[in-house]
């Protein structure tokens, strides 16, 4: 039968951003509110995130051609298509056309957007209270999105790569919570294994989560098989630090 999946898939998180930084400084401060001047989906990548994508960019270009990305898709928000395109330079003329997808969006936090843990909680302990009765998978804040909402829209991304893209290699740059519900969806996992996954593991800025088109590994009856998650070698050989930087504060039960 006809190969109707990815042969391969990458799923990156964006590059230490502006607003990555702005948020441990609200935190150690216990502010209520992180300093940030621009839409979260504005917010650019610093420095230190440029440089690990130039460094997550060279590792890709040292790949064999017959390994390297064939279609990049990224999320719409500025510091992914910053990671993206940087990784592109770096594979020059070879490298493909990047294509956004509003589907690989951060999620959306609604009236909890831009405050710290402190903040919420003096502001809105009503919500506090209500994360820690659902928990994050299914806790919605008004105006913003739960993890099974992220997971609702990941599907049809899902389900377009097996039409588009199929034998493919695929890289994704998007964000932390986005890694997370990949790995839900391609591994077939429950609410307690993902979340068991999110409280050990902080996905690193520029870390790599990859999947191959490998049927006899894949769990459950699936298609694609875990080859690596959380992988930062690219940066540890560049000399770049590893960052652990939380899109937000709130952490599952």
């Known amino acids: 039968m006809p190969q109707k999946w990815p042969g391969y898939v990458w799923i990156v998180r964006h590059g230490e951003s502006a607003g990555n930084v702005a948020r441990h400084?609200?935190?150690?401060?216990?502010?209520s509110r992180v300093d940030i001047a621009t839409r979260d989906c504005d917010v650019t990548l610093s420095a230190l995130g440029e440089r690990q994508a130039d460094a997550?960019?060279?590792?890709?270009?040292?790949?064999?051609?017959?390994?390297?990305?064939?279609?990049?898709?990224?999320?719409?928000?500025v510091r992914a298509v910053e990671t993206a395109e940087r990784i592109r330079a770096q594979l020059g003329e070879s490298a493909p056309q990047l294509v956004t997808d509003e589907r690989l969006r951060e999620r959306e936090f609604g009236i909890l957007d831009r405050l710290t843990k402190h903040g919420i909680a003096q502001l809105h302990p009503d919500q506090a209270e209500l994360r820690q009765l659902l928990g994050k998978f299914y806790h919605r804040p008004p105006g913003g999105e739960s993890?099974?909402?992220i997971i609702l829209r990941l599907r049809s991304v899902i389900d377009s790569m097996s039409i588009e893209y199929a034998g493919e290699r695929v890289l994704i740059v998007c964000h932390s919570v986005v890694v997370h519900c990949f790995r839900y969806l391609f591994e077939r996992m429950t609410e307690e294994e993902i979340l068991a996954v999110d409280r050990t593991h902080e996905v690193a800025n520029c870390s790599v989560t990859?999947?191959?088109?490998?049927?006899?590994?894949a769990p459950r009856g699936g298609e694609m098989a875990l080859d690596t998650f959380n992988f930062c070698a690219p940066l540890e050989e560049a000399g770049e630090r590893v960052t652990l930087a939380p899109d937000h504060p709130l952490k599952p039960r």
Not at 210 to 217: E, F, I, M, V
């Open 25 to 31: 400084a609200a935190e150690a401060a216990r502010a």
């Open 210 to 217: 990859a999947y191959a088109n490998d049927p006899a590994r």
């Open 147 to 149: 993890w099974c909402d």
């Open 56 to 77: 997550l960019g060279c590792w890709f270009a040292k790949l064999s051609a017959d390994r390297q990305p064939t279609v990049i898709l990224s999320s719409p928000y």
